[in-house]
């Protein structure tokens, strides 16, 4: 059974082992360890499949947006549903905080994470040349948009620019 919880104190051995095994360039423990316990703006969910271990997502979310920075499925639990149920959870978050978009940075020869990430709702919106440090990749830009709560983003803009 698969089960979406936020990280605790005790996932973050876990999550660094997994950085090492699925990244050229992993985040180190100290940067994992921020987020899991001490950043105001990051929210860090990891899946549990039977109770094991399964994977992770980390977003950052900043001036009504959210900023998706890694998601890690442990090998054997792909095509299981778990990235899929992790994103799901960090979209759930963006959009009950009232985020008006999300984004991210993806390879584009990660065919099968820009297929979950299109199926998601993501679109391509641009690309960043040289992104990934270890082979000079670029980088695939992708956006979900919240179009329910853009119109309120848009209403407070509209608010405030009248006010002066």
Not at 77 to 83: N, P, T
Request: charged share 30%.
């Amino acid at each position: 059974m698969l089960f979406i919880r936020q990280a605790e104190r005790g996932d973050i051995e876990n999550i660094a082992e997994l950085e090492k095994e699925c990244f050229p360039i992993p985040w180190s423990e100290d940067s994992i360890r921020n987020d899991v316990l001490y950043s105001s703006i990051a929210y860090v969910v990891v899946a549990e499949f039977d109770d094991a271990f399964a994977g992770y997502a980390d977003v950052w979310f900043v001036a009504g947006e959210g900023q998706i920075n890694n998601v890690a499925v442990v090998p054997h639990y792909r095509r299981k549903g778990v990235g899929t149920a992790l994103l799901e959870a960090l979209i759930d978050y963006v959009r009950d905080l009232g985020g008006t978009e999300m984004s991210l940075e993806v390879r584009p020869s990660n065919i099968a994470a820009m297929r979950l990430y299109r199926r998601l709702g993501f679109e391509e919106v641009g690309e960043r040349g040289g992104y990934y440090l270890d082979d000079g990749e670029a980088a695939a830009i992708m956006k979900l948009f919240f179009e329910e709560n853009q119109d309120d983003a848009d209403e407070y803009e509209a608010d405030e620019s009248s006010n002066y």
